[in-house]
């Protein structure tokens, strides 16, 4: 079984060498060739190409034995996305408009006149042949477009929608700065988006001016977008501020007023009476009257004098002069 693949491997082999150098019987029996696709934006990247931008598909016969040089063509283009396409020109020129996979497939008839054995007349002979290419269509990222507020408050959740205008799959990458200035390599953590929308959350706890320094970038092409944000402090926070204030506040004002009217109380007192305090006097009386007093009769009659609940036990005698 092997050596039966072998010999007809080789056979192939050997008659596929000896095609350019084939008589014209041999080489009819074949239609060779292939699809070729080119675009003035050429990408880096194999069977890729860009939408929105015109192709062009052409189909290269392999004849180096010029036998089918008096064959008329006809070639059944199929697109890949509905389009058919019957023509006798081998170059078309095609747009497509969205982003995909497509298989581009041609079936190349081929007619010609031949002499019919004898000689007495011709005969219309038609050789087919069956082509196909896969191509990968993409679109470039022409901008992203930033949807969310410009003024908020501290402490509050915002989210900030973008919608690239280019085809996934997408790398995203964003950072807060104070100034719109582009990422650099290696300045943000890069997060694989699958879809052409993105939402970023976000919660500012300080106040200021922000931007969202935005870079997006797919197999083809990348670019860059900013967004300007001002922080303002939240309306909860003066009133959380406010009442220690106001509280510290009210109460160093009672402590001045409070300092202020004893100072002058106590002026006052020394103005009108500049002995010591009654309160003072009582008690250094009360207390230490058994001990300075010389009898214990004058210190009774200075307790009834300061409490007043009792008469004095004697009444003090003035003596008038005349």
């Known amino acids: 079984m092997a050596l039966a693949v072998r010999a007809r491997l080789g056979r ?53 034995s010029n036998f089918f040089k008096s064959a008329s063509f006809l070639y059944h283009w ?70 969310g507020p410009t003024l908020i408050q501290t402490f509050q959740k915002t989210t900030v929608t973008l919608n690239f205008l280019g085809s996934p799959p997408l790398t995203v990458c964003w950072r807060l700065k104070p100034e719109c200035l582009p990422l650099e390599e290696g300045e943000c953590h890069p997060v694989s988006v699958a879809s052409t929308a993105y939402n970023l959350t976000h919660t500012f706890r300080d106040p200021g001016d922000y931007c969202f320094s935005i870079r997006a970038e ?65 008690c250094c009386q009360l207390c230490c009257g058994p001990f300075l007093l010389e009898s214990s009769s004058e210190y009774l009659e200075i307790v009834r004098e300061n409490h007043g609940l009792l008469p004095p036990l004697y009444k003090s005698v003035r003596t008038y002069t005349v």
């Open 78 to 147: 199929d697109f890949g996305d509905g389009t058919l396409l019957v023509t006798d020109n081998s170059v078309v020129y095609y747009n497509y408009s969205v982003i995909g996979t497509f298989m581009v497939k041609l079936k190349v008839v081929a007619e010609w006149e031949e002499a019919k054995p004898g000689g007495t007349s011709k005969g219309i002979v038609q050789k087919t042949g069956d082509f196909s290419a896969s191509l990968q269509l993409q679109e470039t990222l022409r901008g992203i477009q930033v949807l």
């Open 218 to 282: 797919n197999v083809i092409s990348k670019t860059h977008q900013y967004h300007r944000v001002q922080v303002w402090p939240s309306r909860l926070q003066p009133a959380v501020f406010a009442f220690p204030c106001a509280t510290l506040i009210t109460v160093m004002l009672a402590f001045i007023m409070y300092m202020t009217l004893r100072n002058a109380t106590q002026q006052k007192d020394m103005v009108e009476n500049p002995e010591p305090p009654s309160g003072v006097r009582c």
């Open 12 to 64: 192939i082999l050997w008659l596929a060498c000896l095609l350019p150098l084939a008589p014209a019987r041999v080489a009819a029996e074949f239609l060779v060739g292939n699809i070729m696709v080119s675009q003035n934006t050429s990408l880096p990247w194999p069977s890729s190409y860009l939408t929105k931008t015109v192709l062009k598909i052409s189909f290269l016969l392999h004849d180096p």
